[in-house]
């Protein structure tokens, strides 16, 4: 059996998100081998408590031949242009560039557990997510994921749960919670070792993927980088 067609608060349902959104077709593609050297959906500059400035992340992508690239800060997308203007420049010059997606990890309440959503490909700068991207977490309503989700989807993002199994409470259980409001899916391929060198965690992302499979949901990948390595931790 299919998702349940969730509706968002201007009426599109969770499956038509995911038959329409072009990042969509693009995450059914996610697998364990698919970071870091394809894709990276999670990464952080010193926009937020990274320690690389765009340009030189954007370099790095580069160099690594990256073809699907989102930069997550917290509570910001001030890294969005700079990356975006490195890689335009080295399109006009007829390099292989990057496809760049709008990102942002935003801080909420899921299960009264405080968790990180990931929005990504949302129209860059829609008034909708204004409130979460003033570089902290907002308190009462906007802090819950219901009123994050609301956000996201109505600057016509998806939302992804950020590394499952890193909360207080197990990955099944904010998985369900997460299924049950209409998150899009989660970040299936992540690196709970923190390891030099990004590699997916065995056995934890094999479960954490075949639960999103199950559900139908959508699944991300990326190094959470904060250090000087876009391949790293």
Known sequence: MGPIPLLT??????????????????LREVGPGSCPGRFNFHCHTICSDGSLRPEELAHQALAMGLEQIAITDHHSNQAYAAAQTVFEGRHRAGEPTPNLWSGVEISCLLKGCLVHVLALGFTYGHPSLDPYLQGAALV???????????????????????????????????????????????????????????????????AIAKDLNNRGLLMSCGTDTHGLALDGR
């Open 9 to 26: 608060d201007h009426g599109q349902s969770r499956t038509e998100r995911h038959l329409h959104h072009p990042l969509a077709a693009i």
């Open 140 to 206: 009462g309503r906007g802090l819950r994921a219901e009123a994050v989700l609301e956000a996201i989807w109505a600057a016509g993002g998806l939302a992804l749960l950020a590394h499952p199994a890193r909360y207080r409470l197990p990955f099944q259980v904010l998985i369900e919670a997460a299924d049950q409001l209409g998150f899009d899916g989660a970040e299936a391929w992540y690196d709970y070792q923190m390891q030099s060198r990004w590699q997916p965690t065995s056995p934890i992302c094999e």
